[in-house]
């Protein structure tokens, strides 16, 4: 089973900032590769596949990439809303895995 | 707009079946681009795939979970269920019903439900 390491496991960003997180896969994944965001109490809500395609209605500010084998979410202009968890999730090998997901709270 | 919607027991008697449903609505359960799946999380902890199945019932299923879990479809409800059996305390856990996009494989999940708590205890 493939591990999905985040980091950091907490981001305090203050609003208008950018927040840059991680996601590195203990074997290649290639470009399968999701990122979700959930507030409390609600579902998780999907934000990237394929590693950087944004699902529908994603605004800009969320952009995904990955280069050797690490893969990152940045957040821009942080808005109060934007302040959730977000786990990633590796959907190459069998069985699908997420990430133990980073929390970004507010500076 | 596609819905669905998680229902079931919040409290389970340890050794006993967890049994949950999840029901689809504002759309086809029966598509070849989708299969249906459940993840849970513990309080306070991150997401867990459980198994998900396609209409027509092929089924993927976590190795670590799959002796006690069964997933099944009933395409005239649209609904499909979980069945996990039998619980311990670890199994406490909000439960999600969620749409899995597929391709060549099992990708990822891109509609939820809302969730559901439910608690192992005697």
């Known amino acids: 089973e493939i591990v999905m390491t985040q980091s950091p496991a907490t981001l305090s960003v203050s609003p208008g900032e950018s927040a840059t997180l991680s996601c590195r896969a203990s074997q290649s994944v290639n470009n399968n590769l999701a990122w979700y965001q959930q507030k409390p109490g609600q579902a998780p809500r999907l934000l990237i596949y394929g590693a950087s395609t944004r699902a529908t209605g994603i605004p800009p500010n969320f952009s995904g990439s990955w280069s050797g084998g690490e893969f990152t979410l940045t957040i821009s202009r942080l808005q109060s809303e934007d302040f959730a968890v977000y786990y990633c999730?590796?959907?190459?090998?069998?069985?699908?895995?997420f990430g133990g997901g980073t929390r970004v709270e507010l500076k | 707009q596609l819905r669905l919607q998680e229902s079931g027991p919040g409290l389970v008697k340890p050794s006993e079946t967890l049994s949950l449903t999840c029901t689809v609505s504002g759309g086809s359960i029966r598509s070849t681009s989708f299969y249906w799946g459940w993840i849970r999380q513990p309080p306070g902890k991150g997401l867990e795939w459980i198994g998900s199945m396609s209409y027509s019932g092929s089924s993927h299923y976590m190795p670590s979970l799959k002796s006690r879990v069964t997933i099944s479809i009933d395409t005239s409800k649209n609904q499909f269920s979980l069945k996990l059996s039998p619980v311990i305390a670890a199994d406490t856990a909000v439960y999600f019903c969620?749409?899995?996009?597929?391709?060549?494989?099992?990708?990822?999940?891109?509609?939820w439900g809302q969730g559901t708590l439910v608690t192992v205890s005697s």
């Open positions: 969620a749409r899995h996009v597929v391709g060549i494989g099992l990708y990822y999940f891109d509609q």
């Open positions: 999730q590796q959907y190459s090998n069998w069985p699908s895995s």
